[in-house]
């Protein structure tokens, strides 16, 4: 385990975009790592005995960009047929490497490595040991006993993938840690690692090299502050594998997207990740193109225009701490983050009443705002004329206010080029001041975030809310592209508020849902219900996207409550950790019902399903009226 996290070495420049160097690992035609391109990928959900449609599933994969492509191989008889699957996509003439699934059934994994060109293991579960969440048993005997019977299943493994040139992916799910790790770590970051590491340990003793990691959560804080302990605990141990980076059971539509992109974002801005999958309760083909808009908008940083280094005194990249911040308004110190708005008081009135924004950067003149609901930000030039009740001094570095102006909080606009005496004098001498922070920098994430941890240096606690702008011309791609950005500075604790501009192409409405998504996404303000639901694979035995739909559309009002809707009892159980309610696959047309990690009941046939979870919130007092 990392033993110095003060040294930020999980990625290459915390201040320029660099991708993380590692080893190349070669699967058929394509590579990972290295030199090469970051890789998009899919995984089918039909039935890994039909081969035709599992065929048909894997050329709209690939037909959409995918590079590589995962089944899920549950037994002996999926494993094998994995050779019928993969001589019909090569006769279809399309040579996409195909990656095996493997949960509790090594035996599946060793007939699989020698058919496919990866097979994915889960630390967790791959031994096939049942979980019985016993873990005050585990002695320091016990402990290295049952290591040593790992090494006896994984070693024979690994010399099946050296004959057949078979990579492997290390795959660790937050919630599927094996009772052993738990014993000693909990279901922690730290044993996430120490289960990737373990694996990794073997590995090397055996001089097997053509490994891919993954750590992933539902939770997109566990996922990146873990991935990075993972980096530099490989790092200093002297391991330079390449990553897999995706957000476990995002869900669909908008929330899906913005989730993925908030945490897969937020290492890709760093440089970290060799391959990408963003997993949507959805189609499978459609994850690609979303993958390929995060991928393409970061990816374009590369030999950037540099920004200067701060110090690191105060970065904590391992474990989410937020900034220290006085309050001004209702922003910072220990206020919920805050979503402000830019646009005209007529496309205002337009937004739903769920979505207003807690301020309003007015475009134009404003008439009797101490009438208006939500309070609203107007230059300093004209509230200086008319300082009406509700309203509140916008200005920027050029600008600033003399001593005459009082004590009204004041918005000060400012960007990474403002840093120095004079700005940092007029911090020291007035304290109601709200700093948004703005970057026309193509890393403008980077900046902005050097940009605060100077102000942590200099002491100086006045809350930042955090000024996006983009010229997007889909709804989708500003999802996207925005919560890639804004999400690393909510899951560092940088940030106290967001701001999102974009071209007139979105309507203001637009722009508010997706700064309340991302904030969500980030884990730093909950205004809506959240689903953890999976995107299902071939061991789903229910029509999970339309139960999807059904159970968000039921229970989309419940602000706050996280319902978890999982294809398969394998990781369901452990992979909603977070979630208040589970709604979980437990055979053919049954579902079990979970509330947190407690089986309430069991094999409800799936007609009476979404009944019984939505009776079963009211029957805790979860239940609101819509």
């Not at 040294?7 to 080893?23: D, I």
């Not at 191989?73 to 019909?88: M, P, T, V």
């Not at 891919?212 to 594998?241: C, D, F």
């Not at 059904?550 to 409550?561: A, D, M, Q, S, V």
Request: charged share 25%; with cysteine; hydrophobic share 35%.
């Amino acid at each position: 385990m990392i033993k110095d996290t003060t040294n930020h070495y999980y990625c290459e420049n915390l201040f320029n975009y660099r991708r993380n160097p590692t080893t190349m690992v070669n699967l058929g035609n394509v590579d990972i790592g290295g030199e090469s391109s970051i890789k998009t990928q899919s995984m089918t959900t039909t039935d890994t005995l039909d081969s035709e449609q599992t065929v048909q599933q894997l050329i709209e994969i690939i037909e959409a960009g995918g590079e590589l492509v995962r089944i899920t191989a549950q037994g002996r008889r999926e494993a094998k047929n994995l050779q019928s699957i993969k001589d019909l996509i090569r006769q279809e003439g399309y040579n996409t490497p195909l990656v095996a699934d493997i949960h509790f059934n090594a035996n599946a994994a060793v007939i699989a490595a020698g058919i496919v060109e990866k097979v994915r293991i889960n630390p967790g579960n791959f031994t096939g040991d049942a979980k019985k969440y016993d873990f005050d048993k585990y002695s320091d005997e016990l402990y290295n006993e049952e290591l040593e019977r790992m090494k006896e299943v994984i070693v024979p493994f690994l010399n099946i993938c050296k004959q057949n040139n078979t990579a492997i992916r290390i795959g660790t799910n937050h919630g599927s840690l094996s009772d052993r790790i738990m014993s000693r770590y909990g279901d922690t970051p730290e044993g996430m690692v120490e289960a990737c590491m373990e694996y990794l340990r073997i590995c090397e003793e055996n001089s097997f090299h053509n490994i891919v990691l993954s750590i992933k959560s539902s939770n997109t804080r566990v996922m990146v502050h873990t991935v990075r302990l993972l980096v530099a605990t490989m790092k200093q141990e002297g391991m330079h594998y390449p990553l897999h980076l995706g957000v476990t059971e995002a869900g669909s539509e908008a929330e899906g997207r913005i989730k993925s992109a908030v945490g897969s974002g937020a290492l890709l801005v760093d440089g970290i990740g060799d391959t990408l999958r963003v997993s949507l309760t959805e189609a499978p083909e459609k994850e690609i193109p979303v993958a390929k808009i995060l991928v393409n908008h970061i990816v374009k940083r590369e030999n950037h225009e540099e920004i200067p280094e701060v110090k690191l005194e105060f970065y904590s990249p391992y474990e989410y701490q937020r900034r220290k911040t006085h309050q001004v308004l209702n922003i910072g110190g220990d206020s919920t983050a805050v979503v402000i708005a830019q646009g005209s008081i007529d496309n205002f009135a337009k937004v739903g009443i769920v979505g207003k924004p807690d301020y309003l950067i007015v475009d134009g003149d404003v008439e009797d705002s101490a009438t208006f609901g939500t309070p609203v930000i107007i230059p300093y030039v004209k509230w200086r004329i008319k300082r009406e009740m509700n309203t509140f001094p916008l200005t920027d570095i050029n600008s600033l206010p003399d001593e005459a102006y009082g004590e009204t909080p004041l918005f000060l606009q400012v960007t990474y080029s403002d840093m120095g005496d004079k700005l940092f004098g007029f911090l020291r001498a007035h304290h109601n001041v709200i700093l948004l922070l703005k970057s026309n920098h193509i890393n403008a994430p980077v900046e902005q975030r050097a940009f605060i941890l100077e102000l942590m240096n200099n002491r100086l606690t006045h809350p930042v809310v955090i000024i996006g702008e983009y010229v997007e011309n889909d709804k989708e791609s500003f999802q996207i592209v925005s919560a890639a950005d804004m999400g690393i500075l909510f899951l560092d604790g940088l940030a106290d508020g967001i701001l999102l501009r974009n071209s007139d192409s979105l309507s203001l409405e637009e722009a508010i849902d997706t700064s309340f998504g991302i904030l969500q996404a980030s884990r730093v303000r909950f205004s809506k219900t959240e689903f953890i639901s999976c995107p299902g694979c071939g061991r789903t035995l229910f029509d999970l996207q339309n139960i999807t739909k059904e159970i968000k559309e039921r229970t989309k009002h419940l602000k706050g409550l996280k319902i978890g809707i999982m294809g398969c009892i394998v990781n369901g159980v452990g992979e909603m950790a977070d979630a208040d309610y589970g709604y979980v696959g437990a055979g053919p047309n049954s579902v079990s019902l979970f509330k947190k990690r407690e089986l309430i009941k069991k094999n409800i046939p799936n007609e009476k399903a979404v009944e019984e979870l939505i009776f079963l919130i009211k029957e805790n007092k979860d239940w609101v009226n819509p």
